[in-house]
């Protein structure tokens, strides 16, 4: 009997959308595609309160793949409108993409590891440079550097963009290929007698038939997987952001990372920043609550050390968002379950799901489409790797 939708997608935002994106878009797969998503608002959504930048800097290959791809999708979206029927439905032209960099500091103690991670960048052609102090002040003359070792930035390829107009697009987009999208919650599976799942369980519209169940639900995705019997170690943990303005210019500010952990860059006429969070407990995933006192008692001096010039700044605003965090190894899981072949995993992307976004729903749409992955080898993200204790470390967490 055929099942009510060839696919359920459990989570509409930015990963889920991308998914149907690509399966309704880019492959033109001709099943039907429901996406269920709770929040058509996305107010609380991680896209909506993400600081949207991308980059090339990490210490694992697939990371890098997925954000090469990502960039490229963000810098062809006036081209990859055609692919849903036109400029009247396809997606927007303009995803506000800043080309910048980030700028990666470090101390003595840290120039070694930088040294390493440039090492595999380049070995993936990322077009990385490294700077002694000495170049950083001429290159930054805005930064204090006396006491660092070194700092690595790159010569393309990161940014940031707007990332509710690429979720918005990606949606519109995948409605306008024919996906359906029901403001639902999906609570549970129905499991056949070889395992697979038979159904996606919906709060209000009960059992939903289908032929694959992707699960990306963000930071409640370890509640669904239980549903299925999959233990999945992804849990919500809280990021702040805080938006100051300050009165001296600083030319050409790219994306720093602090060797403390925080981090800021520009925003039009104000900046954004972040600090470490330390302890880093797991929260409920409806806690937005802003830590305040975190900008007096660590941002901010910090930020004054780093570049003199933000000693007088003013906290505008701030928010807080989450990570669906992976505490295995920090890196997101996304394919199939062994032993469920029929659901997909696309969670635990710490803090990378924007800007992967896109690889990651092309690689799924490839999954669907062809039972394989072709853009992007995603295979050492299996969440295989979590069954046989053997962990792939991305070192580059902000």
């Known amino acids: 009997m055929r099942p009510?939708?060839?696919?359920?997608?459990?989570?509409?935002?930015?990963?889920?959308?991308?998914?149907?994106?690509?399966?309704?878009?880019?492959?033109?797969?001709?099943?039907?595609?429901?996406?269920?998503?709770?929040?058509?608002?996305?107010?609380?959504?991680?896209?909506?309160?993400?600081?949207s930048s991308i980059r090339l800097q990490f210490s694992t290959p697939v990371n890098i793949a997925l954000s090469e791809y990502g960039f490229a999708f963000l810098r062809d979206a006036q081209a990859l409108r055609q692919e849903c029927g036109g400029v009247e439905h396809g997606l927007r032209v303009d995803l506000g993409l800043v080309r910048s960099t980030y700028l990666y500091l470090a101390t003595a103690n840290g120039r070694a590891s930088l040294e390493a991670r440039a090492a595999i960048q380049r070995a993936h052609s990322v077009p990385v440079s490294l700077h002694d102090p000495n170049e950083l002040a001429k290159r930054y003359p805005w930064l204090h550097t006396a006491d660092l070792a070194g700092g690595c930035d790159t010569a393309a390829g990161e940014g940031w963009f707007d990332g509710q107009a690429l979720l918005a697009s990606l949606r519109s987009a995948a409605q306008a290929g024919g996906a359906i999208y029901a403001r639902d919650h999906a609570v549970g599976f129905e499991r056949m007698p070889d395992g697979r799942i038979a159904a996606v369980q919906l709060a209000e519209r009960g059992a939903v038939s289908?032929?694959?169940?992707?699960?990306?639900?963000?930071?409640?995705?370890?509640?669904?997987?239980?549903?299925?019997?999959?233990?999945?170690?992804?849990?919500?943990?809280?990021?702040?952001?805080?938006?100051?303005?300050?009165?001296?210019?600083?030319?050409?500010?790219?994306?720093?990372?602090?060797?403390?952990?925080?981090?800021?860059?520009?925003?039009?006429?104000?900046?954004?920043c972040g600090p470490p969070t330390t302890p880093d407990p797991?929260?409920?995933?409806?806690?937005?609550?802003?830590?305040?006192?975190?900008?007096?008692?660590?941002?901010?001096?910090?930020?004054?050390?780093?570049?003199?010039?933000?000693?007088?700044?003013?906290?505008?605003?701030?928010?807080?968002?989450?990570?669906?965090?992976?505490?295995?190894?920090?890196?997101?899981?996304?394919?199939?379950?062994?032993?469920?072949?029929?659901?997909?995993?696309?969670?635990?992307?710490?803090?990378?799901?924007?800007?992967?976004?896109?690889?990651?729903?092309?690689?799924?749409?490839?999954?669907?489409?062809?039972?394989?992955?072709?853009?992007?080898?995603?295979?050492?993200?299996?969440?295989?790797?979590?069954?046989?204790?053997?962990?792939?470390?991305?070192?580059?967490?902000?």
């Open 210 to 272: 289908c032929g694959f169940a992707v699960n990306a639900a963000g930071t409640r995705s370890s509640a669904l997987a239980a549903a299925a019997g999959v233990d999945l170690p992804v849990r919500a943990r809280k990021r702040n952001v805080f938006v100051f303005t300050c009165d001296t210019p600083l030319p050409a500010c790219p994306l720093v990372i602090d060797p403390s952990g925080l981090w800021f860059r520009r925003d039009k006429d104000r900046f954004l």
């Open 4 to 51: 009510e939708f060839d696919v359920v997608i459990a989570g509409g935002g930015v990963i889920g959308s991308s998914c149907a994106y690509h399966l309704k878009c880019t492959l033109k797969f001709s099943g039907s595609v429901l996406v269920v998503e709770p929040d058509s608002s996305y107010r609380t959504a991680a896209s909506t309160r993400s600081a």
């Open 282 to 398: 797991d929260v409920a995933p409806d806690d937005f609550d802003v830590d305040l006192h975190l900008f007096d008692e660590s941002a901010w001096p910090t930020l004054a050390h780093r570049v003199p010039a933000f000693e007088a700044i003013r906290m505008t605003s701030a928010w807080a968002g989450h990570y669906d965090y992976n505490t295995f190894d920090q890196n997101a899981f996304i394919g199939p379950v062994p032993g469920i072949g029929n659901l997909l995993l696309a969670s635990g992307f710490s803090g990378h799901g924007l800007q992967q976004a896109p690889g990651v729903g092309r690689g799924l749409a490839e999954l669907i489409r062809f039972g394989c992955f072709q853009s992007i080898d995603l295979t050492p993200l299996s969440y295989a790797r979590y069954l046989s204790n053997q962990p792939l470390r991305e070192l580059n967490i902000i």
